[in-house]
């Protein structure tokens, strides 16, 4: 089981990673969705994974570059959503989540 404080920054970095998918990202991923599905932090909260969803015309690999080339950019806007509750903000390394696929993948199967 994590150590609460542990859960608490992965709840906060996974809401407001949200917000600034939701908002911030449309002029970077025109006619795409991103949804973030999850949160890691590490147990030093160094580093923080972060799981999306790509809905959209992107491909989630394109999603995926787009959002490596601007992790600084996003870093910085998460750090002035955030620099009240964090006094460092984590490393950003993003993560596809099939798991929606998967899901879509096995209940298609089961049909049959």
């Given at each position: ?8 920054v ?23 969705f ?9 147990p ?69």
């Amino acid at each position: 089981m994590k150590p609460i404080r542990q859960s608490k920054v992965a709840r906060l970095l996974q809401k407001e990673m949200g917000e600034i998918f939701g908002r911030e990202m449309k002029d970077l991923l025109p006619g795409t969705f991103l949804t973030v599905t999850g949160a890691e932090v590490s147990p030093d909260l160094s580093i923080a994974k972060i799981f999306f969803t790509v809905l959209g015309k992107i491909k989630p690999a394109e999603a995926m570059e787009i959002l490596m080339a601007n992790r600084a950019s996003i870093r910085h806007e998460l750090s002035t959503r955030v620099k009240n509750q964090m006094r460092i903000v984590p490393d950003l390394r993003f993560h596809i989540d099939d798991s929606y696929e998967s899901i879509a993948r096995i209940e298609e199967l089961l049909k049959k």
